[in-house]
């Protein structure tokens, strides 16, 4: 067994209705706390899911700001604005409300506020200096796992995206409240929960990080989110689905924090970048044509993640790898998400840029059970057309 390091967040709470109660969790954890900040999106603050969770910490006596121009891959500009807001707020914690965007935005304010590093000497790995402001995380998808993930992406040009990977960006606490998650569109929950999927079956195949801390969590992960990901679309009311989900999509959060995805993400991320296409259908979109790429490679880890997705599958390790990676792709034309390149308009002409962006994902690349080469990755693209 190789030698591994493993961390998480410490305080995890799986509660359905546990944001009506925040106010509570904060005085109780921070009693000297006064003045809080919430990062989230325009989009979520209108649902109204938010205002009970508001309500609470005002009546705990609580100062609430609320910061909501987070906007999905979010720029510098947005996190430096919102660093602005939180220093002359004098905030003194920040609580993450949304999907990845807002989590990885508050994990940014939380180390940027009274710091005077430049958020430009962050990008990379273990470049945050010094500490941070008390950091809650709530996530209103079941995905991203940005709730335990150390990991903030921020948009840096105009398509390209750097990250900022440090342990100071584990949150104190993560809450899962399904409540949070009975809005979103069986569309978005398909899309979302294939991405927690992704990240289980990455972690799983990573070549140099994986441990059997993060494989335990992700064939837990895979448990749950395969055992409920058809319910928590065609009945987005059933809580007990939805809780399942994210608690699914943290324990996934947690193995690929600690065992890093590989290919699926190297090539979605140019597909999010230059076209605009949501994260977690971008993984979708090429997760079978990349399994198919790998199998030669990783046969054995499918297969053993098929007892999972494809008990019934007999036969040898090939023949199991294969039923994993044709029930994924079911599973996708199933809940009736795109599952062709060409159906969010991409053409034959862009798959040269794809592949070159792509081949830029060396920290993702290298963990590949399988080594990508440019044109390797430009079949695969081809393949996903
Ligand atoms: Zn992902």
């Keep these: 067994m190789n030698n591994f390091d493993f961390r998480t967040v410490p305080h995890l709470i799986s509660q359905i209705g546990a944001a009506k109660q925040l106010g509570d969790i904060v005085t109780q954890h921070y009693p000297g706390v006064k003045r809080v900040l919430i990062v989230t999106d325009g989009g979520f603050l209108k649902t109204g899911l938010i205002a009970p969770a508001i309500a609470n910490l005002e009546r705990c006596g609580l100062h609430v700001s609320v910061f909501s121009e987070v906007i999905a891959d979010p720029p510098e500009a947005v996190v430096h604005q919102a660093v602005g807001n939180a220093e002359k707020l004098q905030v003194e914690l920040v609580i993450g409300f949304g999907g990845g965007?807002?989590?990885?935005?508050?994990?940014?304010?939380?180390?940027?506020?009274?710091?005077?590093?430049?958020?430009?000497?962050m990008y990379g790995i273990g470049n945050v200096k010094g500490q941070r402001l008390p950091l809650i995380q709530i996530p209103t998808t079941a995905g991203t796992g940005s709730e335990v993930t150390p990991i903030s992406i921020v948009t840096t040009g105009a398509t390209t995206k750097m990250g900022v990977v440090a342990p100071q960006l584990y949150a104190?606490?993560?809450?899962?409240?399904?409540?949070?998650?009975?809005?979103?569109?069986?569309?978005?929950?398909?899309?979302?929960?294939?991405?927690?999927?992704?990240?289980?079956?990455?972690?799983?195949?990573?070549?140099?990080?994986?441990?059997?801390?993060?494989?335990?969590?992700?064939?837990?992960?895979?448990?749950?989110?395969?055992?409920?990901?058809?319910?928590?679309?065609?009945?987005?009311?059933?809580?007990?689905a939805r809780q399942a989900m994210l608690l699914g999509a943290m324990l996934a959060g947690q193995c690929f924090a600690n065992a890093p995805c590989a290919a699926v993400h190297a090539l979605a991320y140019p597909i999010g970048g230059i076209f605009h296409v949501p994260h977690g259908l971008s993984n979708s979109l090429v997760l079978p044509h990349v399994l198919r790429f790998n199998a030669p490679s990783a046969a054995g880890q499918y297969a053993e993640l098929a007892s999972i997705i494809a008990p019934s599958a007999q036969g040898s390790a090939e023949a199991r790898s294969t039923a994993l990676i044709t029930a994924m792709e079911a599973l996708a034309q199933r809940v009736g998400i795109e599952t062709q390149l060409r159906q969010v308009g991409i053409a034959e002409k862009d798959l040269d840029q794809l592949a070159s962006d792509a081949m830029l994902q060396t920290r993702l690349l290298g963990n590949n059970p399988r080594e990508v080469t440019r044109d390797d990755a430009r079949a695969i693209y081809a393949a996903a057309l």
Excluded: F
């Design 101 to 121: 965007s807002s989590m990885d935005v508050a994990k940014l304010i939380a180390v940027l506020t009274g710091s005077t590093q430049a958020l430009s000497s």
């Design 172 to 240: 104190d606490i993560a809450i899962l409240d399904a409540e949070l998650t009975i809005g979103l569109p069986a569309k978005v929950t398909a899309a979302t929960g294939i991405d927690a999927m992704v990240h289980a079956i990455e972690a799983y195949t990573t070549k140099h990080k994986k441990n059997p801390l993060s494989d335990m969590l992700a064939r837990q992960a895979l448990t749950l989110l395969w055992g409920n990901i058809d319910e928590a679309c065609s009945n987005g009311a059933n809580l007990a």
